[in-house]
């Protein structure tokens, strides 16, 4: 590692993969932390449980679709979900900046109010700080979050299957362009909204399926490409993609090309990807809603990695986030 911490660290590929490795795996190493997976699995008096935790800092505070107080509540309800949870409740805590206007945070509580409502969960604890004016650039939340583990399903890596189906719920990249957008630094005149929301509905459908549903998760910093090289990772295969069947609104693809960035390692706030049975595919299809898509396969090999099929016939090594094109857009 580096001898400092460079945002590159923050954006969730492979500079953030060592950092948690090598420094606080190594540090915190115990049996519920080492799958690092979103969300830890855990028993209590024969219940099983599932708990997560996560911090938002992201830049600007209210952006095209959302803001920070709906971000923090689905981002936390997603991680629960995608565990294979039912989300029960949350915590909050609010670091506030001296000076922030109170006006603006009760709007950003109202909104947080608002999408635990919609996701049936309940803020059911929180904390406050105020820091110094120009330590916290506005506001920082963090969260946690509780959830029942669903019965149904057993979710790993390590169940995931060569002939299995990689599906993801809805486009990808939105959320990344929308707050790159907002923050007003680059001359394009695009509406692009941020596609922040809850999954757990989409999750529970899935979860119906039982053990042909394999693994979930939602693909948040590092996009897609890199939430599918954690998966190779640790599941000893290769995901091979169709870049023609994963869907990209034209708008945002039109701005990534500009950018000169790839969709599939932008962010995403409100799709999951999920791997399940072949013979679940069309199942699994019908949960999702008409905006999902069957991307790509897995399939045996030696060197797990990800791949990418062009249209024109070739293929590329989709490998996880290097650097930070995107930072804090969570």
Request: net charge negative; charged share 20%; aromatic share 2%.
């Amino acid at each position: 590692m580096s001898e400092v911490v460079t945002l590159a660290h923050g954006a969730g590929g492979k500079a953030s993969r060592r950092l948690v490795e090598d420094l606080f795996l190594d540090e915190l190493r115990n049996p519920l932390l080492e799958p690092l997976s979103d969300a830890a699995l855990l028993s209590a008096n024969g219940t099983r449980i599932a708990l997560t935790t996560d911090a938002y800092v992201v830049r600007p505070l209210v952006f095209p679709g959302g803001d920070i107080g709906e971000l923090a509540v689905n981002g936390t309800v997603n991680d629960l979900a995608v565990s294979g949870a039912h989300p029960l409740a949350l915590t909050a805590g609010f670091v506030i900046e001296e000076g922030f206007p109170l006006d603006e945070l009760r709007a950003l509580a109202h909104s947080a109010a608002r999408a635990a409502s919609a996701a049936g969960v309940a803020v059911a604890a929180g904390d406050t700080k105020v820091v110094e004016r120009g330590a916290a650039d506005g506001l920082y939340v963090t969260t946690a979050g509780v959830g029942l583990l669903d019965p149904r399903v057993d979710l790993s890596p390590t169940r995931v299957r060569p002939g299995d189906v990689v599906l993801v719920s809805g486009s990808i990249a939105e959320h990344g362009i929308a707050v790159m957008l907002a923050r007003g630094d680059l001359r394009l005149e695009l509406d692009v909204e941020s596609d922040t929301a809850p999954v757990h509905r989409e999750a529970d459908a899935l979860c119906a399926l039982g053990r042909q549903l394999r693994w979930m998760r939602d693909p948040t910093r590092g996009g897609l490409a890199t939430t599918l090289n954690e998966l190779v990772a640790g599941c000893d295969a290769s995901v091979v993609l169709s870049e023609s069947t994963i869907p990209v609104r034209e708008d945002v693809r039109a701005a990534c090309e500009l950018l000169g960035i790839d969709p599939l390692y932008v962010a995403n706030e409100g799709k999951l990807v999920a791997i399940v049975a072949p013979r679940a595919a069309d199942s699994a299809l019908r949960a999702l809603g008409p905006d999902a898509a069957v991307i790509g396969e897995v399939r045996a090999d030696d060197v797990p990695m990800v791949l990418c099929e062009t249209p024109f016939g070739g293929s590329r090594i989709v490998d996880m986030l290097v650097g930070d094109p995107l930072p804090r857009i969570c």
